[in-house]
């Protein structure tokens, strides 16, 4: 599965930005998906992640009710729609991919295709 992650840029505190990341997997309902993001000299740290249906999401308390993870199995893409971002949201995001739920969903080391990461610069 070969995954690329597009949207990221520079945007003012406060505002929005929304995310993408397009698939190369056949089956691309079969991938639960998620995002990650990185800041400078910190670890990866999860964001959100929604099932291969689409049924279920979760957040990191950090983003929720800020953050909205989706996906379309028909374009084989998933979203993340970022609004009300804050200076601390700077860092490269992440999607990632795996055909299993583990209980450690929000561990890095539970998905084994990633994308190259796009990087997002939040200013105050």
């Known amino acids: 599965v070969q995954l690329q992650a597009f949207g990221g840029g520079l945007v003012q505190a406060g505002g929005s930005l929304p995310l993408s990341c397009a698939a190369s997997?056949?089956?691309?309902?079969?991938?639960?998906m998620a995002w990650f993001r990185q800041a400078p000299g910190k670890e990866r740290e999860f964001v959100a992640r929604i099932t291969g249906s689409g049924s279920t999401t979760y957040y990191a308390d950090s983003v929720k009710d800020r953050f909205t993870i989706s996906r379309d199995n028909a374009k084989n893409t998933v979203y993340l729609q970022m609004n009300s971002l804050k200076p601390e949201g700077t860092a490269v995001y992440y999607c990632?991919?795996?055909?299993?739920?583990?209980?450690?969903?929000?561990?890095?080391?539970?998905?084994?295709?990633w994308g190259q990461g796009t990087q997002v610069t939040v200013s105050s």
């Open positions: 997997a056949r089956t691309f309902g079969a991938y639960h």
């Open positions: 990632a991919a795996d055909p299993y739920s583990p209980a450690r969903y929000r561990s890095p080391h539970s998905y084994k295709y």
